[in-house]
Protein backbone atom coordinates (compact mmCIF):
# COMPACT_ATOMS: atom_id res chain seq x y z
CA UNK A 1 0.00 0.00 0.00
CA UNK A 2 1.56 3.33 -1.18
CA UNK A 3 0.50 6.52 1.02
CA UNK A 4 1.02 9.94 0.31
CA UNK A 5 1.47 12.92 3.10
CA UNK A 6 -2.41 13.76 2.34
CA UNK A 7 -3.78 10.63 2.15
CA UNK A 8 -6.44 10.16 4.85
CA UNK A 9 -6.26 6.55 6.82
CA UNK A 10 -9.14 5.20 8.68
CA UNK A 11 -9.51 1.56 10.23
CA UNK A 12 -12.06 -0.60 8.13
CA UNK A 13 -16.16 -0.14 9.10
CA UNK A 14 -16.16 -3.40 10.06
CA UNK A 15 -13.28 -3.30 12.15
CA UNK A 16 -13.10 -1.89 16.25
CA UNK A 17 -10.54 -1.91 18.73
CA UNK A 18 -10.77 -1.91 22.27
CA UNK A 19 -9.11 -3.07 25.52
CA UNK A 20 -10.29 -6.80 27.49
CA UNK A 21 -8.93 -8.05 30.12
CA UNK A 22 -6.17 -5.29 30.06
CA UNK A 23 -4.88 -6.20 26.39
CA UNK A 24 -5.70 -3.86 23.28
CA UNK A 25 -7.35 -5.86 20.92
CA UNK A 26 -8.85 -5.85 17.11
CA UNK A 27 -12.02 -7.55 16.46
CA UNK A 28 -14.42 -7.20 13.98
CA UNK A 29 -18.36 -5.81 14.77
CA UNK A 30 -19.85 -8.91 14.09
CA UNK A 31 -19.99 -11.52 16.69
CA UNK A 32 -20.58 -14.42 14.27
CA UNK A 33 -17.67 -13.73 12.44
CA UNK A 34 -15.26 -12.04 15.12
CA UNK A 35 -11.84 -12.74 14.96
CA UNK A 36 -9.37 -11.05 17.91
CA UNK A 37 -6.41 -9.91 16.82
CA UNK A 38 -4.07 -8.73 20.34
CA UNK A 39 -2.31 -5.85 19.61
CA UNK A 40 0.77 -4.24 21.05
CA UNK A 41 0.12 -0.83 23.25
CA UNK A 42 2.04 1.14 20.77
CA UNK A 43 -0.01 -0.51 17.39
CA UNK A 44 -3.36 -0.33 19.64
CA UNK A 45 -2.70 3.75 19.89
CA UNK A 46 -2.39 4.09 16.05
CA UNK A 47 -5.24 2.11 15.28
CA UNK A 48 -7.35 4.20 17.82
CA UNK A 49 -5.70 6.97 15.59
CA UNK A 50 -7.33 5.89 11.93
CA UNK A 51 -9.98 7.87 13.00
CA UNK A 52 -10.39 8.99 9.15
CA UNK A 53 -9.77 13.04 10.32
CA UNK A 54 -6.48 12.88 9.99
CA UNK A 55 -3.95 12.61 6.59
CA UNK A 56 -1.02 10.82 7.00
CA UNK A 57 1.12 13.72 7.63
CA UNK A 58 -0.84 15.20 10.51
CA UNK A 59 -0.81 11.40 11.66
CA UNK A 60 2.35 10.98 11.74
CA UNK A 61 2.94 14.66 13.93
CA UNK A 62 0.34 13.46 16.35
CA UNK A 63 1.94 10.21 16.40
CA UNK A 64 5.32 11.43 17.11
CA UNK A 65 3.55 13.53 20.10
CA UNK A 66 1.50 10.98 21.88
CA UNK A 67 4.64 8.33 21.85
CA UNK A 68 7.15 10.67 22.78
CA UNK A 69 9.63 9.68 19.75
CA UNK A 70 11.62 11.26 16.96
CA UNK A 71 9.59 12.21 13.65
CA UNK A 72 12.00 9.91 11.45
CA UNK A 73 11.56 6.82 14.20
CA UNK A 74 7.67 7.31 13.69
CA UNK A 75 8.00 7.82 9.63
CA UNK A 76 10.13 4.26 9.95
CA UNK A 77 6.81 3.15 12.71
CA UNK A 78 4.29 3.88 10.37
CA UNK A 79 5.34 2.14 7.41
CA UNK A 80 6.27 -0.77 9.29
CA UNK A 81 2.84 -0.82 10.46
CA UNK A 82 0.88 -0.51 7.15
CA UNK A 83 3.16 -2.74 5.76
CA UNK A 84 1.77 -5.53 8.69
CA UNK A 85 -1.74 -4.09 8.61
CA UNK A 86 -3.04 -2.55 5.47
CA UNK A 87 -5.63 -5.34 5.00
CA UNK A 88 -7.54 -3.43 7.96
CA UNK A 89 -6.78 0.34 6.45
CA UNK A 90 -8.73 2.35 3.89
CA UNK A 91 -7.35 5.26 2.46
CA UNK A 92 -9.03 8.19 1.04
CA UNK A 93 -12.72 6.93 1.43
CA UNK A 94 -14.21 9.52 3.63
CA UNK A 95 -15.10 7.35 5.91
CA UNK A 96 -15.37 8.82 9.77
CA UNK A 97 -14.63 6.79 13.26
CA UNK A 98 -16.09 8.36 16.28
CA UNK A 99 -15.69 5.86 18.13
CA UNK A 100 -12.03 5.12 18.55
CA UNK A 101 -10.68 6.38 21.75
CA UNK A 102 -6.63 6.75 22.03
CA UNK A 103 -6.86 7.63 25.97
CA UNK A 104 -8.93 4.40 26.68
CA UNK A 105 -6.44 2.43 24.66
CA UNK A 106 -3.49 4.22 26.72
CA UNK A 107 -4.74 4.20 30.14
CA UNK A 108 -6.06 0.94 30.43
CA UNK A 109 -3.90 -1.72 28.06
CA UNK A 110 -1.43 -3.09 30.14
CA UNK A 111 2.40 -3.24 28.78
CA UNK A 112 3.61 -6.86 27.42
CA UNK A 113 5.96 -8.64 25.60
CA UNK A 114 5.10 -10.64 22.49
CA UNK A 115 4.79 -13.90 24.89
CA UNK A 116 2.29 -12.52 26.97
CA UNK A 117 -0.05 -11.30 24.28
CA UNK A 118 0.34 -14.78 22.25
CA UNK A 119 -0.59 -16.66 25.40
CA UNK A 120 -3.49 -13.28 25.29
CA UNK A 121 -4.22 -14.93 21.88
CA UNK A 122 -4.79 -18.45 23.28
CA UNK A 123 -7.08 -17.54 25.66
CA UNK A 124 -9.28 -15.67 23.67
CA UNK A 125 -9.58 -18.84 21.92
CA UNK A 126 -10.74 -20.77 24.75
CA UNK A 127 -13.52 -23.14 23.89
CA UNK A 128 -17.11 -21.62 24.89
CA UNK A 129 -19.85 -22.37 23.24
CA UNK A 130 -21.41 -19.38 21.02
CA UNK A 131 -22.94 -20.07 17.71
CA UNK A 132 -24.42 -23.02 16.66
CA UNK A 133 -25.16 -23.92 12.76
CA UNK A 134 -28.36 -25.85 11.89
CA UNK A 135 -28.42 -27.24 8.38
CA UNK A 136 -32.47 -27.17 8.78
CA UNK A 137 -32.73 -28.92 5.19
CA UNK A 138 -30.74 -29.57 1.81
CA UNK A 139 -33.70 -29.17 -0.02
CA UNK A 140 -32.99 -25.73 -1.92
CA UNK A 141 -35.31 -24.04 -4.29
CA UNK A 142 -32.62 -22.49 -6.26
CA UNK A 143 -29.84 -24.21 -8.32
CA UNK A 144 -27.35 -21.69 -7.81
CA UNK A 145 -24.13 -22.06 -10.73
CA UNK A 146 -21.58 -21.58 -7.80
CA UNK A 147 -23.54 -24.25 -5.20
CA UNK A 148 -21.05 -24.97 -2.23
CA UNK A 149 -23.05 -27.28 -0.49
CA UNK A 150 -25.07 -29.93 -2.97
CA UNK A 151 -28.32 -29.02 -2.06
CA UNK A 152 -31.14 -31.25 -3.30
CA UNK A 153 -32.50 -28.99 -6.55
CA UNK A 154 -30.32 -31.08 -8.57
CA UNK A 155 -28.57 -34.82 -8.27
CA UNK A 156 -26.06 -33.82 -5.89
CA UNK A 157 -26.83 -34.12 -2.82
CA UNK A 158 -26.14 -34.80 0.64
CA UNK A 159 -29.85 -34.85 1.39
CA UNK A 160 -30.19 -37.18 4.71
CA UNK A 161 -33.89 -39.04 4.57
CA UNK A 162 -34.09 -39.05 8.42
CA UNK A 163 -34.43 -35.55 9.99
CA UNK A 164 -34.65 -34.44 12.98
CA UNK A 165 -38.23 -34.65 14.39
CA UNK A 166 -39.76 -31.65 16.15
CA UNK A 167 -39.39 -33.09 19.31
CA UNK A 168 -35.73 -33.76 18.84
CA UNK A 169 -35.05 -30.28 17.28
CA UNK A 170 -36.54 -28.93 20.88
CA UNK A 171 -34.59 -30.62 22.57
CA UNK A 172 -31.64 -29.89 20.79
CA UNK A 173 -32.76 -25.93 21.07
CA UNK A 174 -33.01 -26.72 25.10
CA UNK A 175 -29.52 -28.55 25.38
CA UNK A 176 -27.88 -25.58 23.56
CA UNK A 177 -29.26 -22.36 25.65
CA UNK A 178 -28.07 -25.05 28.51
CA UNK A 179 -24.64 -25.12 26.98
CA UNK A 180 -24.39 -21.65 26.61
CA UNK A 181 -25.06 -21.27 22.98
CA UNK A 182 -26.45 -17.76 22.45
CA UNK A 183 -27.14 -17.62 18.47
CA UNK A 184 -28.13 -20.06 15.80
CA UNK A 185 -27.77 -19.69 12.28
CA UNK A 186 -30.57 -21.60 10.52
CA UNK A 187 -29.23 -22.52 6.80
CA UNK A 188 -29.53 -25.81 4.29
CA UNK A 189 -30.30 -26.07 1.53
CA UNK A 190 -32.48 -23.30 2.36
CA UNK A 191 -34.57 -23.20 5.63
CA UNK A 192 -37.41 -21.56 3.92
CA UNK A 193 -38.02 -25.14 2.19
CA UNK A 194 -38.64 -27.21 5.34
CA UNK A 195 -42.54 -27.48 6.38
CA UNK A 196 -42.14 -26.71 9.74
CA UNK A 197 -39.62 -24.03 9.89
CA UNK A 198 -41.56 -20.97 11.40
CA UNK A 199 -42.26 -23.80 14.47
CA UNK A 200 -38.03 -24.23 14.31
CA UNK A 201 -38.16 -20.29 14.44
CA UNK A 202 -40.21 -20.38 17.25
CA UNK A 203 -38.37 -23.05 19.38
CA UNK A 204 -34.92 -21.60 19.13
CA UNK A 205 -36.14 -18.21 20.16
CA UNK A 206 -38.55 -19.25 22.74
CA UNK A 207 -35.50 -20.57 24.84
CA UNK A 208 -33.42 -17.11 24.37
CA UNK A 209 -31.39 -18.31 21.34
CA UNK A 210 -31.17 -15.10 18.71
CA UNK A 211 -31.80 -16.62 15.48
CA UNK A 212 -30.36 -15.90 11.89
CA UNK A 213 -31.81 -17.19 8.65
CA UNK A 214 -30.67 -17.32 5.33
CA UNK A 215 -33.02 -17.73 2.38
CA UNK A 216 -33.26 -17.33 -1.75
CA UNK A 217 -36.87 -18.13 -1.05
CA UNK A 218 -39.41 -15.21 -1.89
CA UNK A 219 -41.46 -14.37 1.83
CA UNK A 220 -44.60 -13.98 2.08
CA UNK A 221 -46.99 -11.76 3.95
CA UNK A 222 -48.63 -14.06 5.78
CA UNK A 223 -44.65 -15.12 6.95
CA UNK A 224 -44.00 -12.20 7.74
CA UNK A 225 -47.17 -11.68 9.71
CA UNK A 226 -46.00 -13.97 12.23
CA UNK A 227 -42.13 -13.69 12.59
CA UNK A 228 -42.49 -9.80 13.06
CA UNK A 229 -43.68 -10.55 16.48
CA UNK A 230 -40.64 -12.79 17.13
CA UNK A 231 -38.21 -11.84 19.29
CA UNK A 232 -33.60 -12.15 18.36
CA UNK A 233 -34.53 -12.76 14.72
CA UNK A 234 -32.04 -11.57 12.17
CA UNK A 235 -32.75 -12.25 8.40
CA UNK A 236 -30.66 -12.50 5.28
CA UNK A 237 -31.61 -12.42 1.77
CA UNK A 238 -29.11 -13.80 -0.75
CA UNK A 239 -29.55 -11.54 -4.00
CA UNK A 240 -26.57 -12.11 -6.33
CA UNK A 241 -28.55 -10.04 -9.16
CA UNK A 242 -31.77 -7.49 -9.94
CA UNK A 243 -31.38 -7.74 -13.76
CA UNK A 244 -33.97 -10.74 -14.39
CA UNK A 245 -31.76 -12.58 -17.06
CA UNK A 246 -28.53 -12.59 -14.52
CA UNK A 247 -31.05 -13.69 -12.24
CA UNK A 248 -32.17 -16.71 -14.41
CA UNK A 249 -28.27 -17.36 -14.95
CA UNK A 250 -27.18 -17.36 -11.66
CA UNK A 251 -29.76 -19.30 -9.88
CA UNK A 252 -31.20 -21.49 -12.27
CA UNK A 253 -34.50 -20.06 -11.71
CA UNK A 254 -37.69 -17.85 -12.84
CA UNK A 255 -37.28 -14.41 -13.65
CA UNK A 256 -41.14 -14.43 -11.62
CA UNK A 257 -38.48 -15.76 -8.53
CA UNK A 258 -37.11 -12.39 -8.56
CA UNK A 259 -40.23 -10.33 -8.58
CA UNK A 260 -41.04 -12.10 -5.74
CA UNK A 261 -38.03 -11.63 -3.72
CA UNK A 262 -37.98 -7.75 -4.89
CA UNK A 263 -41.81 -7.74 -3.29
CA UNK A 264 -40.45 -9.46 -0.08
CA UNK A 265 -37.97 -6.82 0.69
CA UNK A 266 -40.42 -4.15 0.12
CA UNK A 267 -43.00 -6.01 2.48
CA UNK A 268 -39.96 -6.23 5.56
CA UNK A 269 -39.25 -2.97 4.77
CA UNK A 270 -42.90 -1.90 5.30
CA UNK A 271 -43.17 -3.98 8.53
CA UNK A 272 -39.77 -2.56 10.08
CA UNK A 273 -38.05 -5.76 9.93
CA UNK A 274 -34.77 -5.27 10.11
CA UNK A 275 -33.13 -7.73 7.09
CA UNK A 276 -29.46 -8.19 5.17
CA UNK A 277 -29.21 -8.65 1.33
CA UNK A 278 -26.08 -10.65 0.96
CA UNK A 279 -24.35 -11.13 -2.84
CA UNK A 280 -22.01 -13.42 -3.98
CA UNK A 281 -18.91 -11.98 -6.29
CA UNK A 282 -18.25 -13.91 -9.11
CA UNK A 283 -17.38 -12.58 -13.01
CA UNK A 284 -20.68 -12.26 -13.85
CA UNK A 285 -22.01 -10.00 -11.13
CA UNK A 286 -19.00 -8.20 -10.05
CA UNK A 287 -19.80 -4.78 -12.08
CA UNK A 288 -23.68 -5.13 -11.55
CA UNK A 289 -23.55 -5.12 -8.21
CA UNK A 290 -22.83 -1.63 -7.51
CA UNK A 291 -26.63 -0.62 -8.97
CA UNK A 292 -27.85 -3.33 -7.29
CA UNK A 293 -26.78 -1.06 -4.08
CA UNK A 294 -28.37 1.83 -5.41
CA UNK A 295 -31.98 -0.11 -5.93
CA UNK A 296 -31.51 -2.09 -2.60
CA UNK A 297 -30.82 1.11 -1.05
CA UNK A 298 -33.90 2.56 -2.31
CA UNK A 299 -36.24 -0.22 -1.33
CA UNK A 300 -35.39 0.29 2.68
CA UNK A 301 -31.90 -2.34 2.88
CA UNK A 302 -29.95 -1.09 5.94
CA UNK A 303 -27.43 -3.87 5.20
CA UNK A 304 -25.46 -5.08 2.44
CA UNK A 305 -22.86 -8.00 2.36
CA UNK A 306 -20.58 -8.89 -0.34
CA UNK A 307 -19.01 -12.18 -0.63
CA UNK A 308 -15.85 -13.53 -2.84
CA UNK A 309 -16.79 -16.73 -4.68
CA UNK A 310 -14.36 -18.95 -3.67
CA UNK A 311 -13.36 -23.08 -4.88
CA UNK A 312 -16.88 -24.42 -4.67
CA UNK A 313 -16.36 -28.38 -3.40
CA UNK A 314 -19.49 -29.20 -5.58
CA UNK A 315 -19.75 -27.03 -8.47
CA UNK A 316 -16.62 -25.00 -8.85
CA UNK A 317 -15.52 -23.23 -12.47
CA UNK A 318 -12.94 -21.23 -12.56
CA UNK A 319 -15.09 -18.81 -14.79
CA UNK A 320 -16.55 -17.69 -11.91
CA UNK A 321 -14.07 -16.03 -10.93
CA UNK A 322 -13.47 -12.37 -11.95
CA UNK A 323 -9.97 -10.82 -12.44
CA UNK A 324 -8.05 -8.91 -10.14
CA UNK A 325 -8.03 -5.65 -11.96
CA UNK A 326 -11.91 -6.15 -12.29
CA UNK A 327 -12.14 -6.39 -8.28
CA UNK A 328 -10.07 -3.32 -7.86
CA UNK A 329 -12.33 -1.51 -9.83
CA UNK A 330 -15.29 -3.17 -7.82
CA UNK A 331 -13.35 -2.05 -4.45
CA UNK A 332 -13.13 1.55 -5.73
CA UNK A 333 -17.09 1.66 -6.31
CA UNK A 334 -18.13 -0.20 -3.15
CA UNK A 335 -16.17 2.84 -1.33
CA UNK A 336 -17.97 5.39 -3.27
CA UNK A 337 -20.85 3.99 -2.04
CA UNK A 338 -20.12 3.41 1.45
CA UNK A 339 -19.55 6.91 1.49
CA UNK A 340 -22.74 8.07 -0.29
CA UNK A 341 -25.14 5.84 1.44
CA UNK A 342 -23.97 6.49 5.66
CA UNK A 343 -27.17 4.99 6.94
CA UNK A 344 -26.46 1.61 5.21
CA UNK A 345 -24.43 -1.04 6.55
CA UNK A 346 -21.33 -2.55 4.07
CA UNK A 347 -19.94 -5.45 5.14
CA UNK A 348 -16.85 -6.36 2.92
CA UNK A 349 -16.20 -10.08 2.88
CA UNK A 350 -13.22 -10.09 0.61
CA UNK A 351 -9.37 -9.12 0.83
CA UNK A 352 -7.32 -7.04 -1.59
CA UNK A 353 -4.27 -8.50 0.28
CA UNK A 354 -5.28 -12.26 -0.59
CA UNK A 355 -7.04 -11.13 -4.03
CA UNK A 356 -3.92 -9.58 -4.88
CA UNK A 357 -2.03 -12.20 -4.06
CA UNK A 358 0.18 -10.95 -1.34
CA UNK A 359 1.93 -13.15 1.23
CA UNK A 360 0.92 -11.22 4.45
CA UNK A 361 -2.46 -12.37 4.31
CA UNK A 362 -1.36 -15.94 5.16
CA UNK A 363 1.17 -14.63 7.76
CA UNK A 364 -0.94 -11.88 9.70
CA UNK A 365 -4.31 -12.00 9.00
CA UNK A 366 -5.32 -15.48 7.77
CA UNK A 367 -8.59 -15.86 10.27
CA UNK A 368 -8.70 -17.46 13.60
CA UNK A 369 -10.85 -21.22 12.85
CA UNK A 370 -13.52 -21.03 15.75
CA UNK A 371 -15.12 -24.05 14.89
CA UNK A 372 -15.20 -26.55 17.34
CA UNK A 373 -13.90 -23.46 19.76
CA UNK A 374 -17.09 -20.84 19.90
CA UNK A 375 -18.92 -22.78 17.60
CA UNK A 376 -20.34 -26.13 16.09
CA UNK A 377 -22.92 -27.69 13.02
CA UNK A 378 -25.09 -29.78 13.29
CA UNK A 379 -27.26 -31.28 9.98
CA UNK A 380 -30.46 -32.21 9.51
CA UNK A 381 -30.11 -36.40 10.29
CA UNK A 382 -28.73 -35.22 13.58
CA UNK A 383 -24.91 -35.39 12.65
CA UNK A 384 -22.58 -32.88 14.00
CA UNK A 385 -19.27 -31.53 13.16
CA UNK A 386 -16.98 -28.68 14.22
CA UNK A 387 -17.41 -26.47 10.86
CA UNK A 388 -20.60 -24.92 9.78
CA UNK A 389 -19.25 -23.84 6.07
CA UNK A 390 -20.16 -27.60 5.10
CA UNK A 391 -22.46 -30.21 4.67
CA UNK A 392 -19.68 -32.57 3.38
CA UNK A 393 -19.99 -36.01 5.26
CA UNK A 394 -16.44 -35.85 5.69
CA UNK A 395 -16.11 -33.50 8.22
CA UNK A 396 -18.68 -35.16 10.53
CA UNK A 397 -17.82 -36.87 13.34
CA UNK A 398 -20.87 -37.91 15.13
CA UNK A 399 -24.65 -37.65 15.79
CA UNK A 400 -26.72 -36.12 18.51
CA UNK A 401 -29.06 -39.17 18.42
CA UNK A 402 -26.63 -41.01 19.76
CA UNK A 403 -25.72 -38.39 22.48
CA UNK A 404 -26.19 -35.14 24.31
CA UNK A 405 -25.36 -31.74 22.63
CA UNK A 406 -22.87 -31.39 25.90
CA UNK A 407 -21.24 -34.99 25.08
CA UNK A 408 -20.87 -34.22 21.41
CA UNK A 409 -19.32 -30.69 22.23
CA UNK A 410 -16.84 -31.97 24.47
CA UNK A 411 -16.36 -35.17 22.52
CA UNK A 412 -13.16 -37.50 21.35
CA UNK A 413 -13.62 -36.80 17.79
CA UNK A 414 -14.55 -32.98 18.35
CA UNK A 415 -11.17 -32.37 19.91
CA UNK A 416 -9.48 -34.41 18.02
CA UNK A 417 -10.64 -32.28 15.21
CA UNK A 418 -9.32 -29.11 17.04
CA UNK A 419 -6.03 -30.14 17.57
CA UNK A 420 -5.23 -33.10 15.68
CA UNK A 421 -2.02 -35.38 15.87
CA UNK A 422 0.53 -35.04 13.49
CA UNK A 423 0.44 -38.69 12.34
CA UNK A 424 -2.93 -37.63 10.60
CA UNK A 425 -1.07 -35.76 8.58
CA UNK A 426 1.98 -38.51 7.20
CA UNK A 427 3.31 -37.76 4.27
CA UNK A 428 2.57 -33.91 4.09
CA UNK A 429 4.50 -30.64 5.00
CA UNK A 430 2.65 -30.24 8.00
CA UNK A 431 4.09 -33.41 9.16
CA UNK A 432 7.63 -31.76 10.56
CA UNK A 433 6.29 -28.38 10.42
CA UNK A 434 7.93 -26.76 13.53
CA UNK A 435 4.46 -24.76 13.74
CA UNK A 436 1.98 -27.52 13.41
CA UNK A 437 0.45 -26.92 17.04
CA UNK A 438 0.24 -23.49 16.55
CA UNK A 439 -0.93 -23.77 13.31
CA UNK A 440 -3.73 -25.45 14.58
CA UNK A 441 -5.64 -22.17 15.28
CA UNK A 442 -5.33 -20.75 11.95
CA UNK A 443 -6.03 -24.11 9.70
CA UNK A 444 -8.69 -24.53 7.82
CA UNK A 445 -9.68 -28.30 6.85
CA UNK A 446 -12.23 -27.11 4.44
CA UNK A 447 -9.67 -25.23 2.21
CA UNK A 448 -7.77 -28.54 1.98
CA UNK A 449 -10.44 -30.63 1.17
CA UNK A 450 -11.62 -28.25 -1.77
CA UNK A 451 -7.78 -28.47 -2.57
CA UNK A 452 -6.75 -31.40 -2.18
CA UNK A 453 -9.43 -33.97 -1.61
CA UNK A 454 -8.74 -34.83 2.18
CA UNK A 455 -8.62 -33.07 5.16
CA UNK A 456 -5.55 -34.06 6.53
CA UNK A 457 -3.00 -31.77 3.69
CA UNK A 458 -2.06 -28.24 3.96
CA UNK A 459 -3.92 -25.31 4.45
CA UNK A 460 -3.27 -23.77 1.10
CA UNK A 461 -3.25 -20.66 2.50
CA UNK A 462 -0.64 -21.58 5.15
CA UNK A 463 2.53 -19.20 5.03
CA UNK A 464 4.55 -22.08 4.01
CA UNK A 465 2.25 -23.34 1.30
CA UNK A 466 3.50 -23.17 -2.07
CA UNK A 467 -0.10 -23.70 -3.57
CA UNK A 468 -2.35 -20.68 -4.89
CA UNK A 469 -5.32 -20.69 -3.51
CA UNK A 470 -7.23 -18.35 -6.19
CA UNK A 471 -9.92 -16.07 -5.68
CA UNK A 472 -9.57 -14.69 -9.55
CA UNK A 473 -8.75 -15.82 -12.64
CA UNK A 474 -6.39 -14.56 -14.92
Known amino acids: MNVNSKDVLVLKNNYKVKVKNGRCVLETIYPYERNILTLSLIHGIIFSMLDGNRCYEVLCDDISYV ?83 GSSYKKNSLCDDNPLNIEEIQQLAFEARKLGFSEVELTGGDPLMHPDILRI ?58 KNIITSLELLSKNN ?34 QS ?44 DIINGSRKFRSVSRPYCLGGRKGMAIYENGDFGMCGMTANKSMRIGNIRNMTLKEAWESENMMKMIKPTRDLFKGTLCEQCDLFDECSLKRCYLRSLIYFGTIYEIDPLCPYSKYDYKYTRN
Open 67 to 149: LGIPKEKTNELMKNFIDIFQSFIEVNSGLKRSDLNSIDIARNTTVADYKTIKKDVLDNLKREPVSLVYFVTQKCGSDCIYCAV
Open 201 to 258: IEIFSDVGIKVNISTKMPITETFINKIKYINNLNIQISLDAIDPVLFEQLTGTSKDRL
Open 273 to 306: IAYKVKATITSYNIFHIPSMVKFLHEKGCKCFHV
Open 309 to 352: YYMSQVKHNENLFPKKEDYKTFDLKMQQLMNEYKDMDFILGYDL
